[in-house]
């Protein structure tokens, strides 16, 4: 059974950092993209980073570039989503998501397997 779990979320001054985590088991971490993903209230979830299972590629949000990093461990199973420069409108609930391959990874659909979230609150 495939299970995604987010930590590292919590309050946080705008302008402060965040550092996010998931930890992945029962899959073979390598072979997947992993992508995080957010939805805050009252809108729906959109693309933040992934990264491909080698972790050569990468692909971000423009509203996050320059100031969020996505890493990965394959050794820990763990991918990582480092925030700077928090705003406001960061505030979300963030979700890790994993694909077998690197197809479209800022499309949601092409993920299979899905977090729970963890809850991201900047405050102004």
């Known amino acids: 059974q495939v299970q995604l779990v987010e930590s590292g979320g919590g309050l946080v001054q705008a302008r402060g950092s965040l550092r996010l985590a998931c930890a992945a088991s029962?899959?073979?971490?390598?072979?997947?993209?992993l992508g995080w993903f957010r939805q805050a209230p009252g809108k729906e979830r959109e693309f933040v980073a992934a990264?491909?299972?080698?972790?050569?590629?990468?692909a971000y949000a423009d509203s996050v570039k320059g100031r969020f990093t996505i890493s990965r461990d394959n050794a820990k199973n763990t991918v990582y989503l480092q925030m700077s420069s928090l705003k406001p409108e960061d505030t979300a609930v963030y979700y890790c998501?994993?694909?077998?391959?690197?197809?479209?990874?800022?499309?949601?659909?092409?993920?299979?397997?899905w977090g729970q979230g963890t809850q991201v609150t900047v405050s102004s």
């Open positions: 990264m491909s299972g080698s972790g050569g590629s990468t």
């Open positions: 998501a994993a694909q077998f391959a690197w197809i479209a990874p800022t499309e949601q659909r092409r993920y299979l397997y």
């Open positions: 029962g899959l073979t971490f390598s072979t997947h993209a």
